[in-house]
């Protein structure tokens, strides 16, 4: 019997993939054998949102699992199936209103994102509501969920969210019982990240999606998997559910026409991102990608290398990327272009986002001086950073 060091996340891993076949069930049976730490797996499952793949699979291969672990489990993926239908109700009621309201809104993520891709609303753990919108409907789109008793995490005047529209590109709310929260987007992706420049091919090519008879906007396929490489390249890769929803997509979306994908990728100048999910959807989920697709992203430069350091982050160490400033340098490895570089070595000191703005008021004519401000408050988080870089060195 083959052993391995770290049996629960492997674990984890064969019960992420995109399909149970044999083989998997039969290297599940065999880490099982070997022992397994439970509390440690749910531990694991909780963070990279793995609990419904984890328990749903484990049910259907009638493995040997301990009834407290699979009422744990069951519990959980209930009340998770729950929070996304209630959550799904919430949100194309909103659409409905915005709708109503001559608002365009495209939903993006959570519990829509898990109904398109696997045609089942449970299979995602999803902590907020993703809506794109145009920016110039930003602030009735705030009037209008303040009215309904959802409130910005950051709150500012009217002025001050024009400012944060011309630096930023999305704003958060939470309802008064913090149960929902709503990230509302005018960018799809930071501006270094995106592969559509101002989102106009997006909106041009999005998608009526049907559920339970109501109608919502939602990205095209071609989209939604672009989307879902970078996406996963702006959060660092920090979390299993992040490579598994790239390979939840390329299953979804079969037969995909990867010379095209390829394509628009390399004119935005974002070919190593989209490689690098490729690799690590591979590599750790078994996604079925063609061979020559395959070879070319693993032939191209410092994909093989920054797919490597991130498989051994999640297979040997808990530890995700150094904050802030971590994901900061490992996005100016994964960026290609030097206007790209550029632009993220001028967003993180230069770019006031809603803390930064909140601290002073300041007519249009002055905006740029927040970005004085975001550079104090940057260089103040990069020195603590220094310090606590130091301190480990010297506790080692």
């Not at 709708?99 to 495209?106: D, S």
Request: with cysteine.
């Amino acid at each position: 019997m083959e052993k391995t060091k770290h049996p629960e996340r492997e674990l984890l891993l064969c019960c992420a993939r995109a399909r149970m076949d044999e083989a998997t069930e039969i290297r599940i049976r065999s880490l099982i054998a070997q022992g397994i730490d439970w509390d440690c797996v749910l531990r694991l499952a909780a963070p990279h949102r793995m609990m419904p793949f984890l328990y749903l699979n484990l049910r259907a291969a009638s493995l040997d699992v301990p009834h407290d672990v699979m009422n744990r489990l069951q519990s959980l993926h209930e009340a998770n199936a729950q929070y996304n239908l209630s959550q799904v109700a919430i949100l194309v009621r909103l659409l409905d209103i915005l709708k109503l309201k001559g608002i365009p809104a495209i939903s993006l993520k959570g519990p829509m994102f898990a109904e398109t891709i696997h045609s089942d609303l449970r299979l995602r753990q999803s902590t907020d509501l993703d809506i794109l919108i145009h920016c110039c409907d930003l602030h009735e789109l705030s009037k209008l969920l303040v009215a309904n008793n959802i409130y910005p995490h950051v709150q500012l005047t009217d002025t001050q969210e024009t400012a944060l529209v011309k630096f930023r590109g999305e704003r958060d709310f939470s309802s008064t019982s913090s149960v929902l929260h709503f990230d509302i987007h005018w960018k799809l992706l930071p501006s270094y990240f995106s592969f559509d420049h101002g989102s106009q091919g997006v909106w041009k090519h999005s998608r009526t999606q049907n559920w339970e008879g109501w109608k919502l906007e939602t990205l095209s396929r071609d989209d939604l998997l672009l989307y879902t490489c970078m996406k996963a390249g702006v959060d660092c890769w920090q979390s299993l559910y992040l490579v598994r929803d790239i390979a939840a997509v390329i299953r979804a979306n079969q037969p995909v026409n990867w010379g095209m994908i390829i394509a628009r990728a390399a004119k935005a100048g974002k070919r190593r991102i989209l490689f690098i999910g490729l690799v690590l959807a591979r590599d750790l989920l078994e996604a079925d990608l063609p061979e020559e697709v395959m070879q070319q992203a693993r032939a191209y430069p410092g994909v093989q290398s920054l797919a490597g350091k991130v498989q051994k982050r999640f297979l040997w160490r808990n530890e995700g990327a150094a904050g802030l400033v971590g994901m900061g340098f490992l996005h100016f490895r994964v960026l290609e272009r030097f206007r790209d570089r550029l632009g993220l070595c001028l967003q993180l000191p230069f770019s006031p986002g809603p803390y930064d703005i909140r601290l002073l008021f300041l007519p249009e004519p002055l905006f740029p001086l927040y970005r004085v401000v975001r550079l104090v408050r940057a260089s103040l988080k990069f020195l603590q950073y220094l310090w606590q870089s130091s301190r480990q060195k010297k506790a080692r």
